[in-house]
């Protein structure tokens, strides 16, 4: 038989699964296919796509057969399947706060860590990166985080493998080891109802990695590659030569004067650099004998702006989904393994091309290799560089060789065994590894100012990671037609183990001398960690309207004492479908409408040390040893221990309404929730003299999340030739810490935090009761008439006539209160234009960089050193640093668009018959920005704008080709 | 490792004692670049003993402003400090960690625990010394907080470790502790000047049992003059001479061939790297216009603190010609700016160089290897000299000729000697032999002149001449993340 598999326009499907008489294969681009080979007679015809209703008929076959088929999409896609923890639900059938987003949906461009394909797209989840160097990672927060103290980030699961959230020696950002490219879909599970049955691991969110998979049919080949460019948009205001000079003249005295160079150097166009990179990714996918299977490979490279930065990477992937035994044994095996090698540049440059001396050069002839640094003749006539200089911004970046290889490799093999004897039950056995091996160097030259101290540096790092996880479930699924019911029964058992190994080596100077005191006390280190897991779950829907779930797991992990060991965390959940209702069966406007309510309590352990509940001693490092007599001991010291510290737990309520309208052309959720974590994993004072510290972490503190989350997503056009799809996502989430301490105490300011740099140890934000997390927590600046901020004048807010710690004060947060996402895509024929824009509403930012420049202390250096300042000076006139002045906390609320493309899909380049298909895009990302901010971006997670490694704009080219 | 495996051995203990000891000098085990130190809530490099306690005795003197614009810093000077000022959390979280672990040790080096690791004979004699050195560490740290907090908590080898809120201790009953332990452990210490180096001995307990009963009256209201003097005359007959030349006691190699120092905290730029101690005292002392190669940290000089005019004017020649402990780099005696550090005059009394001139090896340049004295024969003359004239039983002749051996040696000649002196004048030559070693603000308390206005400096109080402050001061406040953590405890009166 042959023939066409048309869409619900008229238009041909490619790749849709037309199988019978236990023979399958897949439409060609112009939706055509043929099955030879088949027994004349009346034989059944199935045709599947995703998406689309499948499509099952009976056709009497006799020679050459012709059979079309129109498929019709299936509504809003209900019938989709949705990975869930340990099984797959369809849509309709979800019980919790879920998010999927498809590789189609994805942000497009140069995308180096998976996690930013999905920025924007999803409410409830920020995803902030953490700068524009290559691969670095981001801050991925879920429902604004649980914890104080100990992890924010969620839990990461690819294809059944939960990933530790431990970072990896010489790899910026553990994820940049991921090709997104074998990225098929990203599923976020948001409320209790969908995370308990990750237990103790759960609290901060799941988002469950499905990468991309073996196909029925014969192999079809993929290949893309991208040419970007990377640009610095914007550069901070500082003095002009001219204007330094100037004021220089005007103010220095005559040994600043005299201090003054000749040249004209613009140091940030002297770090920064328009650079490239290529993403190239070959893949192939299809069936080998019965086997589906799927190899692809990538290389990425990429140069930072920043002079000297490059991150080279290259992926491999093996996927096999055979099915044996009639089908009962279904098994996926995925083997991922990655290499990077990177090189870092200092970032310190960044800082100090915006306060070096615009009038002095780069190079000149010295004893420093030639670039120029501040320094100072000894009494003896040697030359040391000033140990309070700016350093040159140009020779930090070139006399530093940090460098790194990464190899990783992960993977798993699921089997998945539906019984003979009662296909009703499968039996699940997954068993994965996450493999790593990070090592790198360091080299600074003897005669660099950098290092100038120790001789340079020639150092090493190693350390190597080995988890494994096995589990195995049975699950039980039978329709009881009798009472209209169906039931999905799930019970499991999990062991993860995390072991590491660090090894230890001296430092070196440039000649491989020891530094004295480097030596280590041991040769490596493995904190090893484990987690043991029994789960369950029920689902029980009756008459296909209302569905209760229900779900525990317990968990016992090696970090806490034996008795305090294993923890339980359940959950409920109450879902009906109204539009299943009478009344709303026939709805011509309403095709689904449903309502979740769900409570469940989850755990988090992660971000605590391993052993922090047993007594234990510690050997210092051998620059830490104390002198008895005539020899140095290495010192044992008793480490503080709780011996009752446990996991922290969260309880969330979650109402949630998902909807459809006219046939899933528009469809949506509306989800309000309450967060409250417990036993908070806090590190708080503790009762002097009781410890040994005067700080600890253990289980203190209540922390509560509050929130909305809206998505709606439609598709506003849909005609033949023209069609315009558009998605909108708000989040609104606010946190409030209601307690930290044991004893309650309304004169306990709270938990400073927010480090800052300028000055030793000055904070900027504080965890108080009664406040939203990292409050800002500063003087409240005093102005004159003219509204220019007088210099070290703050209100005396407690009224004491002293101006002191007591009068900080608490306001704003470096947490965005809204975060708005926006897709569209128009599509005109074979041309399609997107965009995604974003924005962060009623977050604050510290900019630090104008806290530190902005004075004129910087630029008529005491230290002995002339220094650029910002043009900030100009406005408040400060000579002093002012580091805890609210002046410098601005609103960073923003607009951006990330992403702008167009692409033409060319179609069949060598005619309609052959199979080669080529689509060519265009994109840029981080197109502009909206925002008051007066800094450079403040996108910051943290909310202190400190140097911050700016994100490029970028420009991407690329080709994508079907073979 | 876990406990029974760090004392299974006699080597075991000896390294947990060098703990208790490096704990005092030292920021933490992770060295001066880790990111936390054995205590918290402050920065790791200035988290060390000496450090703090410098800068709570010190800047808030005549004898020290500081430029930097560190939490809380500015406030000592300027005497506004308050219960959430990161140094004074930081100086009393040091000093419980200190005595925590010191109960800890004397836990572990109890009889029964020693006989069931099947320690016996002169390794048992050893950790028995260790145990008794370890209450002497914690009676010194005791001392501490006696003298600058008043009332702290109170906690023994008795007590345990965990969840358990601690007793306050007033400040007279804590005299009382600390007396008797010093007079209990004073005959299980190694005898005078037969320890090891850097360890306490027998002279140690009675140095600070006489600096104790001197300041007895502010302490506890009760005097104890007699027994100060008692205190010091054992320390003096112990052996002890003064060092020939004043300067060689603040350099790099005073470890060595130095028969005047009785216990010190022992540094070194290789093994014993910490950004406090010294190289904090040495490096924030000068500017990097000084030459710092000249004193031994090439790669340092971070303009901090100096003096203020009150400390070069103890002087009558402040230029080191006559009396050669004036020790000042020339410059700018007024003190306009507070935050300018060449207003007023550094202080070059701490180098990093040997008595030869050499520079010790230091992995960076920065880090110095001169030990700091705790305590000296010379303060115990003073101790003499002071507590003879406030009544106690003892000479006023041998008083007269201890302090003619002070003024003898800094003139190097018998041109300063006098032959009759004043309550006041001990008080000056103090500050003159003593200064920038962790006395003063102890001494003008006990002097009367460290609040109110009938002694000034500038910039006391905030105002450039300087001007009074509240007598509360003479205190500082508990801190209030230890007030809130531990409802046990009642602040001190003003804060």
Same mark, same amino acid.
């Given at each position: 038989?042959?023939?066409?598999?048309?869409?619900?326009?008229?238009?041909?499907?490619?790749?849709?699964?037309?199988?019978?008489?236990?023979?399958?294969?897949?439409?060609?681009?112009?939706?055509? /296919?043929?099955?030879?080979?088949?027994?004349?007679?009346?034989?059944?015809?199935?045709?599947?796509?995703?998406?689309?209703?499948?499509?099952?008929?009976?056709?009497?076959?006799?020679?050459?057969?012709?059979?079309?088929?129109?498929?019709?999409?299936?509504?809003?896609?209900?019938?989709?399947?949705?990975?869930?923890?340990?099984?797959?639900?369809?849509?309709?059938?979800?019980?919790?706060?879920?998010?999927?987003?498809? *590789?189609?949906?994805?942000?497009?461009?140069?995308?180096?860590?998976?996690?930013?394909?999905?920025?924007?797209?999803?409410?409830?989840?920020?995803?902030?990166?953490?700068?524009?160097?290559?691969?670095?990672?981001?801050?991925?927060?879920?429902?604004?985080?649980?914890?104080?103290?100990?992890?924010?980030?969620?839990?990461?699961?690819?294809?059944?493998?939960?990933?530790?959230?431990?970072?990896?020696?010489?790899?910026?950002?553990?994820?940049?080891?991921?090709?997104?490219?074998?990225?098929?879909?990203?599923?976020?599970?948001?409320?209790?109802?969908?995370?308990?049955?990750?237990?103790?691991?759960?609290?901060?969110?799941?988002?469950?990695?499905?990468?991309?998979?073996?196909?029925?049919?014969?192999?079809?080949?993929?290949?893309?590659?991208?040419?970007?460019? =990377?640009?610095?948009?914007?550069?901070?205001?500082?003095?002009?030569?001219?204007?330094?000079?100037?004021?220089?003249?005007?103010?220095?005295?005559?040994?600043?004067?005299?201090?003054?160079? #000749?040249?004209?150097?613009?140091?940030?166009?002297?770090?920064?650099?328009?650079?490239?990179?290529?993403?190239?990714?070959?893949?192939?996918?299809?069936?080998?004998?019965?086997?589906?299977?799927?190899?692809?490979?990538?290389?990425?490279?990429?140069?930072?702006?920043?002079?000297?930065?490059?991150?080279?990477?290259?992926?491999?992937?093996?996927?096999?989904?055979?099915?044996?035994?009639?089908?009962?044994?279904?098994?996926?095996?995925?083997?991922?393994?990655?290499?990077?090698?990177?090189?870092?540049?200092?970032?310190?440059?960044?800082?100090?091309?915006?306060?070096?001396?615009?009038?002095?050069?780069?190079?000149?002839?010295?004893?420093?290799?030639?670039?120029?640094?501040?320094?100072?003749?000894? *009494?003896?006539?040697?030359?040391?560089?000033?140990?309070?200089?700016?350093?040159?911004?140009?020779?930090?970046?070139?006399?530093?060789?940090?460098?790194?290889?990464?190899?990783?490799?992960?993977?798993?093999?699921?089997?998945? /065994?539906?019984?003979?004897?009662?296909?009703?039950?499968?039996?699940?056995?997954?068993?994965?590894?996450?493999?790593?091996?990070?090592?790198?160097?360091?080299?600074?030259?003897?005669?660099?100012?950098?290092?100038?101290?120790?001789?340079?540096?020639?150092?090493?790092?190693?350390?190597?990671?080995?988890?494994?996880?096995?589990?195995?479930?049975?699950?039980?699924?039978?329709?009881?037609?009798?009472?209209?019911?169906?039931?999905?029964? #799930?019970?499991?058992?999990?062991?993860?183990?995390?072991?590491?190994?660090?090894?230890?080596?001296?430092?070196?100077?440039?000649?491989?001398?020891?530094?004295?005191?480097?030596?280590?006390?041991?040769?490596?280190?493995?904190?090893?960690?484990?987690?043991?897991?029994? &789960?369950?779950?029920?689902?029980?829907?009756?008459?296909?309207?209302?569905?209760?779930?229900?779900?525990?797991? #317990?968990?016992?992990?090696?970090?806490?004492?034996?008795?305090?060991?294993?923890?339980?965390?359940?959950?409920?959940?109450?879902?009906?479908?109204?539009?299943?209702?009478?009344?709303?069966?026939? *709805?011509?406007?309403?095709?689904?409408?449903?309502?979740?309510?769900? /409570?469940?309590?989850?755990?988090?352990?992660?971000?605590?040390?391993?052993?922090?509940?047993?007594?234990? &001693?510690?050997?210092?490092?051998?620059?830490?040893?104390?002198?008895?007599?005539?020899?140095?001991?290495?010192?044992?010291?008793?480490?503080? =221990?709780?011996?009752?510290?446990?996991?922290?737990?969260?309880?969330?309520?979650?109402?949630?309404?998902?909807?459809?309208?006219?046939?899933?052309?528009?469809?949506?959720?509306?989800?309000?929730?309450?967060?409250?974590?417990?036993?908070?994993?806090?590190?708080?004072?503790?009762?002097?003299?009781?410890?040994?510290?005067?700080?600890?972490?253990?289980?203190?503190?209540?922390?509560?999340?509050?929130?909305?989350?809206?998505?709606?997503?439609?598709?506003?056009?849909?005609?033949?030739?023209?069609?315009?799809?558009?998605?909108?996502?708000?989040?609104?989430?606010?946190?409030?810490?209601?307690?930290?301490?044991?004893?309650?105490?309304?004169?306990?300011?709270?938990?400073?935090?927010?480090?800052?740099?300028?000055?030793?140890?000055?904070?900027?934000?504080?965890?108080?009761?009664?406040?939203?997390?990292?409050?800002?927590?500063? &003087?409240?600046?005093?102005?004159?008439?003219?509204?220019?901020?007088?210099?070290?004048? /703050?209100?005396?807010?407690?009224?004491?006539?002293?101006?002191?710690?007591?009068?900080?004060?608490?306001?704003?947060?470096?947490?965005?209160?809204?975060?708005?996402?926006?897709?569209?895509?128009?599509? =005109?024929?074979?041309?399609?234009?997107?965009?995604?824009?974003?924005?962060?509403?009623?977050?604050?930012?510290?900019?630090?960089?104008?806290?530190?420049?902005?004075?004129?202390?910087?630029?008529?250096?005491?230290?002995?050193?002339?220094?650029?300042?910002?043009?900030?000076?100009?406005?408040?006139?400060?000579?002093?640093?002012?580091?805890?002045?609210?002046?410098?906390?601005?609103?960073?609320?923003?607009?951006?668009?990330?992403?702008?493309?167009?692409?033409?899909?060319?179609?069949?380049?060598?005619?309609?018959?052959?199979?080669?298909?080529?689509?060519?895009?265009?994109?840029?990302?981080?197109?502009?920005?909206?925002?008051?901010?007066?800094?450079?971006?403040?996108?910051?997670?943290?909310?202190?704008?400190?140097?911050?490694?700016?994100?490029?704009?970028?420009?991407?080219?690329?080709?994508?080709?079907?073979? | 490792?876990?406990?029974?495996?760090?004392?299974?051995?006699?080597?075991? &203990?000896?390294?947990?004692?060098?703990?208790?000891?490096?704990?005092?000098?030292?920021?933490?085990?992770?060295?001066?670049?880790?990111?936390?130190?054995?205590?918290?809530?402050?920065?790791?490099?200035?988290?060390?003993?000496?450090?703090?306690?410098?800068?709570?005795?010190?800047?808030?003197?005549?004898?020290?402003?500081?430029?930097?614009?560190?939490?809380?810093?500015?406030?000592?000077?300027?005497?506004?400090?308050?219960?959430?000022?990161?140094?004074?959390?930081?100086?009393?979280?040091?000093?419980?960690?200190?005595?925590?672990?010191?109960?800890?040790?004397?836990?572990?080096?109890?009889?029964?625990?020693?006989?069931?690791?099947?320690?016996?004979?002169?390794?048992?004699?050893?950790?028995?010394?260790?145990?008794?050195?370890?209450?002497?560490?914690?009676?010194?740290?005791?001392?501490?907080?006696?003298?600058?907090?008043?009332?702290?908590?109170?906690?023994?080898?008795?007590?345990?470790?965990?969840?358990?809120?601690?007793?306050?201790?007033?400040?007279?009953?804590?005299?009382?502790?600390?007396?008797?332990?010093?007079?209990?452990?004073?005959?299980?210490?190694?005898?005078?000047?037969?320890?090891?180096?850097?360890?306490?001995?027998?002279?140690?307990?009675?140095?600070?049992?006489?600096?104790?009963?001197?300041?007895?009256?502010?302490?506890?209201?009760?005097?104890?003059?007699?027994?100060?003097?008692?205190?010091?005359?054992?320390?003096?007959?112990?052996?002890?001479?003064?060092?020939?030349?004043?300067?060689?006691?603040?350099?790099?190699?005073?470890?060595?061939?130095?028969?005047?120092?009785?216990?010190?905290?022992?540094?070194?730029?290789?093994?014993?790297?910490?950004?406090?101690?010294?190289?904090?005292?040495?490096?924030?002392?000068?500017?990097?216009?000084?030459?710092?190669?000249?004193?031994?940290?090439?790669?340092?000089?971070?303009?901090?603190?100096?003096?203020?005019?009150?400390?070069?004017?103890?002087?009558?020649?402040?230029?080191?010609?006559?009396?050669?402990?004036?020790?000042?780099?020339?410059?700018?005696?007024?003190?306009?700016?507070?935050?300018?550090?060449?207003?007023?005059?550094?202080?070059?009394?701490?180098?990093?160089?040997?008595?030869?001139?050499?520079?010790?090896?230091?992995?960076?340049?920065?880090?110095?290897?001169?030990?700091?004295?705790?305590?000296?024969?010379?303060?115990?003359?003073?101790?003499?000299?002071?507590?003879?004239?406030?009544?106690?039983?003892?000479?006023?002749?041998?008083?007269?000729?201890?302090?003619?051996?002070?003024?003898?040696?800094?003139?190097?000649?018998?041109?300063?000697?006098?032959?009759?002196?004043?309550?006041?004048?001990?008080?000056?030559?103090?500050?003159?032999?003593?200064?920038?070693?962790?006395?003063?603000?102890?001494?003008?308390?006990?002097?009367?002149?460290?609040?109110?206005?009938?002694?000034?400096?500038?910039?006391?109080?905030?105002?450039?001449?300087?001007?009074?402050?509240?007598?509360?001061?003479?205190?500082?406040?508990?801190?209030?993340?230890?007030?809130?953590?531990?409802?046990?405890?009642?602040?001190?009166?003003?804060?």
């Amino acid at each position: 038989i042959s023939g066409q598999v048309l869409d619900e326009t008229g238009l041909p499907l490619p790749g849709a699964t037309v199988s019978a008489g236990g023979k399958a294969t897949i439409t060609n681009t112009d939706g055509k /296919y043929t099955l030879t080979g088949l027994p004349a007679g009346s034989i059944s015809v199935s045709v599947k796509f995703v998406g689309y209703e499948v499509l099952q008929q009976l056709i009497p076959v006799n020679g050459d057969t012709k059979f079309n088929a129109s498929l019709k999409p299936s509504s809003t896609g209900l019938n989709e399947v949705v990975v869930i923890g340990y099984g797959t639900v369809q849509k309709k059938n979800l019980t919790g706060a879920v998010s999927t987003v498809t *590789s189609k949906d994805f942000q497009k461009g140069s995308i180096t860590t998976p996690e930013q394909l999905i920025a924007g797209k999803v409410p409830g989840i920020s995803i902030t990166s953490n700068g524009g160097s290559p691969g670095s990672g981001s801050v991925i927060r879920v429902r604004g985080g649980a914890s104080l103290s100990a992890s924010n980030d969620p839990l990461i699961v690819i294809d059944g493998v939960p990933l530790s959230n431990n970072s990896i020696s010489g790899a910026s950002n553990p994820l940049s080891l991921i090709n997104p490219n074998d990225i098929e879909t990203f599923t976020v599970l948001k409320d209790a109802s969908a995370t308990a049955i990750y237990g103790s691991r759960a609290s901060n969110g799941v988002i469950l990695i499905t990468t991309k998979k073996g196909i029925s049919g014969a192999p079809k080949f993929n290949f893309s590659t991208q040419l970007s460019a =990377y640009k610095v948009g914007k550069k901070l205001d500082v003095l002009s030569p001219a204007a330094f000079r100037d004021y220089v003249n005007t103010n220095g005295s005559a040994a600043q004067k005299a201090m003054l160079g #000749t040249e004209n150097t613009d140091w940030q166009d002297k770090i920064y650099q328009t650079s490239l990179g290529t993403d190239n990714n070959l893949s192939v996918a299809g069936t080998y004998k019965t086997i589906p299977f799927r190899i692809s490979g990538g290389y990425l490279r990429q140069v930072g702006v920043l002079v000297t930065d490059k991150l080279q990477r290259t992926t491999g992937s093996i996927t096999i989904n055979p099915k044996l035994f009639d089908n009962h044994l279904k098994i996926d095996v995925n083997l991922k393994g990655a290499l990077t090698e990177s090189r870092f540049a200092n970032q310190g440059a960044i800082g100090s091309a915006v306060s070096f001396d615009p009038t002095q050069p780069v190079y000149v002839k010295n004893s420093f290799g030639n670039y120029y640094e501040w320094a100072n003749t000894s *009494s003896d006539g040697s030359v040391i560089p000033n140990p309070n200089a700016t350093r040159n911004p140009i020779a930090l970046l070139a006399q530093r060789s940090d460098n790194s290889q990464v190899k990783r490799s992960y993977g798993n093999a699921q089997f998945d /065994y539906s019984m003979h004897f009662l296909p009703e039950l499968h039996a699940n056995l997954n068993l994965g590894y996450d493999i790593s091996n990070g090592k790198g160097t360091t080299y600074v030259p003897a005669n660099a100012a950098q290092s100038f101290a120790v001789q340079g540096l020639d150092n090493n790092y190693q350390q190597n990671i080995s988890n494994k996880v096995g589990e195995f479930y049975l699950n039980y699924i039978k329709d009881l037609k009798g009472i209209n019911s169906n039931i999905n029964v #799930t019970a499991g058992y999990g062991y993860y183990d995390f072991l590491t190994k660090i090894f230890y080596y001296p430092s070196y100077n440039a000649n491989h001398v020891v530094v004295a005191g480097s030596e280590p006390a041991f040769a490596f280190d493995k904190p090893q960690t484990t987690l043991i897991s029994y &789960y369950g779950r029920a689902i029980y829907t009756f008459n296909n309207k209302y569905i209760l779930a229900g779900s525990v797991r #317990t968990d016992g992990s090696s970090r806490f004492a034996p008795e305090n060991r294993w923890g339980v965390f359940p959950s409920a959940a109450f879902t009906w479908r109204i539009n299943q209702e009478n009344f709303l069966k026939d *709805s011509k406007t309403i095709s689904d409408l449903k309502l979740r309510l769900s /409570y469940g309590v989850t755990g988090q352990q992660d971000g605590i040390p391993y052993y922090s509940y047993l007594p234990t &001693y510690a050997l210092s490092v051998a620059a830490a040893k104390y002198q008895l007599g005539d020899t140095f001991y290495g010192m044992y010291a008793p480490q503080a =221990y709780d011996k009752s510290i446990k996991w922290e737990q969260t309880a969330t309520y979650n109402a949630g309404m998902d909807f459809g309208l006219f046939d899933g052309r528009v469809n949506g959720s509306v989800d309000v929730y309450f967060k409250k974590t417990k036993d908070l994993l806090n590190n708080i004072p503790i009762p002097l003299g009781s410890n040994f510290s005067n700080t600890i972490t253990t289980n203190v503190g209540n922390i509560e999340n509050k929130g909305v989350e809206f998505a709606i997503n439609g598709a506003l056009v849909k005609s033949s030739n023209f069609s315009w799809d558009a998605g909108f996502n708000f989040t609104y989430n606010s946190n409030k810490i209601t307690r930290l301490t044991n004893v309650e105490s309304p004169t306990y300011p709270g938990v400073l935090t927010g480090g800052i740099s300028g000055g030793t140890g000055n904070t900027v934000q504080i965890n108080s009761v009664g406040y939203n997390t990292y409050s800002y927590y500063l &003087y409240k600046q005093v102005y004159d008439a003219t509204g220019k901020p007088k210099e070290g004048i /703050y209100e005396d807010l407690n009224g004491d006539n002293i101006i002191n710690e007591k009068d900080l004060y608490r306001f704003q947060s470096a947490v965005p209160k809204y975060i708005l996402g926006f897709s569209t895509q128009l599509s =005109y024929k074979k041309w399609s234009l997107s965009t995604v824009l974003r924005a962060n509403l009623g977050n604050y930012v510290y900019n630090n960089v104008k806290a530190n420049i902005g004075v004129t202390r910087n630029l008529l250096n005491p230290a002995g050193f002339l220094g650029n300042v910002s043009t900030e000076i100009f406005k408040s006139g400060f000579d002093n640093n002012q580091y805890l002045s609210d002046y410098y906390v601005e609103n960073g609320s923003f607009l951006r668009m990330d992403n702008l493309g167009l692409s033409y899909n060319a179609g069949k380049i060598f005619g309609p018959t052959s199979k080669v298909g080529l689509r060519l895009n265009a994109n840029c990302q981080n197109v502009f920005i909206v925002t008051k901010y007066s800094g450079l971006d403040p996108e910051i997670s943290s909310g202190i704008d400190n140097n911050f490694y700016p994100r490029p704009r970028t420009f991407v080219l690329g080709v994508n080709l079907d073979f | 490792i876990t406990a029974d495996l760090a004392y299974n051995t006699p080597a075991g &203990y000896k390294q947990v004692l060098a703990k208790m000891y490096g704990g005092f000098a030292l920021t933490g085990n992770g060295g001066p670049d880790a990111t936390v130190g054995d205590v918290a809530g402050i920065d790791q490099g200035s988290s060390d003993f000496l450090r703090l306690f410098w800068n709570l005795q010190e800047l808030t003197t005549d004898e020290a402003a500081i430029v930097w614009n560190d939490p809380g810093l500015q406030d000592f000077h300027v005497m506004n400090w308050t219960s959430t000022n990161i140094m004074i959390r930081g100086l009393y979280s040091r000093s419980m960690y200190h005595i925590t672990a010191c109960n800890e040790f004397i836990r572990e080096s109890a009889e029964a625990k020693l006989s069931s690791r099947n320690i016996t004979g002169s390794e048992a004699d050893n950790i028995r010394h260790y145990q008794a050195e370890a209450r002497f560490l914690r009676a010194y740290e005791y001392w501490v907080l006696l003298d600058l907090f008043g009332n702290p908590p109170f906690v023994t080898e008795n007590d345990p470790i965990g969840k358990f809120i601690p007793s306050q201790i007033k400040r007279a009953d804590l005299f009382t502790y600390i007396e008797s332990e010093l007079k209990a452990i004073e005959p299980l210490l190694v005898d005078a000047k037969q320890n090891e180096y850097g360890r306490a001995d027998k002279a140690a307990a009675n140095a600070l049992l006489a600096r104790l009963y001197l300041n007895a009256e502010v302490y506890t209201g009760q005097a104890r003059y007699t027994e100060a003097i008692t205190a010091a005359q054992k320390v003096i007959s112990s052996g002890y001479t003064l060092n020939p030349k004043y300067a060689n006691l603040f350099l790099g190699d005073n470890n060595v061939n130095n028969p005047e120092t009785i216990l010190a905290l022992n540094y070194d730029g290789v093994n014993s790297q910490t950004y406090g101690g010294t190289t904090y005292l040495i490096n924030a002392a000068i500017s990097a216009a000084l030459d710092p190669k000249t004193f031994g940290v090439p790669n340092g000089g971070w303009s901090g603190m100096r003096a203020t005019k009150n400390l070069p004017l103890l002087f009558a020649d402040y230029s080191g010609a006559t009396d050669k402990r004036a020790m000042f780099a020339p410059g700018n005696i007024e003190m306009n700016d507070i935050t300018v550090y060449t207003d007023g005059l550094a202080v070059t009394k701490f180098k990093n160089i040997t008595s030869t001139g050499a520079i010790p090896a230091s992995a960076n340049g920065v880090y110095a290897s001169t030990d700091f004295p705790l305590f000296r024969l010379a303060e115990m003359y003073l101790v003499y000299a002071e507590a003879v004239k406030r009544g106690g039983t003892g000479a006023e002749g041998q008083a007269i000729t201890y302090l003619n051996l002070l003024r003898a040696r800094a003139y190097g000649n018998a041109s300063g000697n006098i032959t009759s002196y004043t309550l006041n004048d001990v008080l000056d030559e103090r500050g003159r032999e003593l200064y920038w070693e962790g006395f003063r603000r102890s001494d003008l308390i006990r002097y009367g002149r460290f609040t109110g206005d009938n002694y000034l400096w500038p910039w006391k109080g905030g105002a450039k001449a300087g001007k009074g402050v509240e007598a509360f001061r003479v205190l500082y406040p508990l801190p209030s993340t230890d007030i809130i953590a531990n409802p046990n405890l009642v602040q001190n009166a003003g804060y």
